[in-house]
Nanobody, 123 residues
């Protein structure tokens, strides 16, 4: 089992950058496929990015491709989401999630979730 805690959210202007961190606990952190999801008020939770357990493969939603980068440091039990060129449409609560399955964008496939960190992008 792994526990996840997100950090790094905040209020920024359009065009700014943020780096979100997801700190995991548990010695088997490196076994997990990690994902980032986001949810805006009144919207369904949507996939943002995912990374394989080894970090060899990454996946992105079309809406963030080219702007966001997911990475992980298994020695630090941490995964990151670097967000550049932020847009108002990126405003949401961002969640880190983990799964033992090889998966990408299906939220239901992720068994473990953090509490989320708020990202607000002003015009």
């Amino acid at each position: 089992q792994v526990q996840l805690v997100e950090s790094g959210g905040g209020l920024v202007q359009a065009g700014d950058s943020l780096r979100l961190s997801c700190a995991g606990s548990g010695r088997t952190f490196s076994w997990y496929f990690m994902g980032w999801f986001r949810q805006a008020p009144g919207k369904e939770r949507e996939f943002v990015a995912a990374i394989s357990s080894s970090g060899a493969s990454t996946f992105y939603a079309n809406s963030v491709k080219g702007r966001f980068t997911i990475s992980r440091d298994n020695l630090k039990n941490t995964t990151y989401l670097q967000m550049n060129s932020l847009e108002p449409g990126d405003t949401a609560v961002y969640y880190c999630a983990a799964t033992r399955r090889a998966t990408t964008g299906a939220a239901n496939d992720y068994a473990y979730w953090g509490q989320g960190t708020q990202v607000t992008v002003s015009s």
